[in-house]
């Protein structure tokens, strides 16, 4: 049983996986031992303690690398240039532990909340990281954003919850005039490697939070990073190691069998979200609706050429703010009011109160975070339902 499709819909039930060499097994077995027996001291079959070694993280590892496009060979790192993490945030914390203290880092200005106290209230203090928020939507920004201190680049795109759309190649051929060594890091949770692939586009390092779509089903928090650059992915399996906030057999064994139906899923999350955004464009209580394969969207023809499909996620303006925002949010029957997204069932949230309470108010009014904006994560439901639930609850 081998393959080598590129094709993405074999790739995420075949890529980098292979039968148990012990029984033949094609889903590998939750190994959760913590340790694993020596013939002699450092005599081993590879596997020594598993926090840094361990067999069904490793068969999660090498899917999401071949999943984002990575070359990197067995021989270069065992998991092919895939991580996995306890959370996305424990994921983006490894990351930054690749820049010294003191290092600048410039920073899309929109992100999820969590990555933003991150970034802001934790690093800067703890690493003495220097963030700059820039709107990276606007890709000639970088250039005066760069300065001789920056080692890295981080974007969300799209973005959280704005859904503003960063061009990689451009932001990568900039940042590389600048500085070939800068890294060039992207959050890739909202699209997913089957509507875009950021390494493709001269990317370093991709980032999960896996607890999204690659889960799939609201059951499991983890996070992901994949490299196709052996330097650096031998810096990453050392700080893995090192930190240690790595990912459990049971969390690598439930995101694996998630992402083993994920491009059937976001073939469903893309149109559903396509048809219930258009729709909501005519509706009278709506001011302004957000998504990237809208042509309305400000970066439609990035969106087009950069992604194969527009993703699961809606953002809406209402008109009355609050006023209309929180009694839609109590009446819907189908979504549930909840934070989180990317799973099969149907979620809507208000960021300013929910997922992006933790950035300061003066940012998110910049971003446009406001009273009316509602956050919508489309599922995979009957899409019928849903255009029903959401004209009840408008109602
Ligand atoms: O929650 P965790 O697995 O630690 O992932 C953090 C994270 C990172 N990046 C993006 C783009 C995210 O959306 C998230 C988590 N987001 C939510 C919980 C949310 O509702 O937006």
């Known amino acids: 049983m081998s393959h080598d499709s590129s094709r993405i819909g074999t790739m995420c039930i075949h890529a980098g996986q292979r039968p148990d060499p012990t029984t033949g097994a094609v889903m ?24 840094s070694h361990n067999p069904t993280r490793y068969a999660l590892e090498r899917m999401v690398a071949r999943l ?84 890295m680049v981080w974007v969300e795109t799209p973005s959280n919850p704005t859904l503003k759309i960063a ?19 992207c959050d890739n949770t909202f699209a997913s490697p089957v509507n875009q692939r950021p390494l493709e586009h001269g990317f370093d390092l991709v980032m999960h939070s896996s607890t999204k779509y690659l889960g799939g089903h609201s059951d499991v928090v983890g996070g992901l990073l994949a490299t196709n650059n052996a330097e650096l992915a031998a810096r990453l399996r050392f700080l893995q190691n090192a930190i240690g906030s790595v990912m459990g057999p049971f969390d690598a064994y439930l995101t694996l069998r998630g992402i083993k139906t994920l491009a059937l899923r976001m073939e469903r999350h893309n149109e559903s979200s396509l048809r219930i955004a258009q729709w909501l464009e005519s509706h009278k209580a709506v001011e302004r609706v957000v998504h990237p394969f809208l042509p309305s969207h400000p970066h439609h023809e990035v969106a087009k050429r950069q992604m194969s499909g527009g993703g699961g996620m809606i953002t809406i303006y209402l008109k009355d703010g609050l006023k209309s925002a929180r009694p839609m949010l109590e009446r819907v029957r189908i979504f549930a009011l909840a934070e989180s997204l990317g799973g099969v069932e149907s979620l809507i949230e208000h960021p300013a109160i ?16 406001s009273d009316g904006m509602v956050r919508l994560s489309v599922g995979v439901e009957d899409c019928d339902d849903l255009l029903e639930d959401l004209e009840q609850a408008l109602r």
Do not use: C, W
């Open 167 to 185: 061009d990689l190649r451009a932001i990568a051929k900039i940042a590389r005039a600048k500085n070939p060594k800068i890294i060039l890091a």
């Open 28 to 51: 590998p077995p939750i190994y959760t031992s913590s340790t694993y027996a020596q013939e002699s001291p450092g005599v081993h079959k590879g596997f020594e303690y598993s926090r």
């Open 354 to 369: 929910m997922t992006h309470a933790s950035v300061p108010p003066d940012q998110r009014k910049t971003l446009g975070i």
């Open 68 to 151: 984002e496009g990575s070359a990197i060979t067995e021989e270069q790192d065992a998991s092919f240039g895939g991580f996995a993490f306890a959370s996305g945030l424990a994921s983006i914390g490894t990351a930054l532990e690749l820049l010294n203290a003191g290092d600048h880092l410039v920073a899309m200005d929109d992100l999820y909340g969590g990555t933003n106290r991150l970034f802001s209230k934790v690093r800067e203090r703890s690493q003495g990281l220097k963030v700059s928020y820039v709107d990276l939507s606007d890709a000639s920004r970088l250039e005066h954003a760069v300065t001789d201190k920056t080692r």
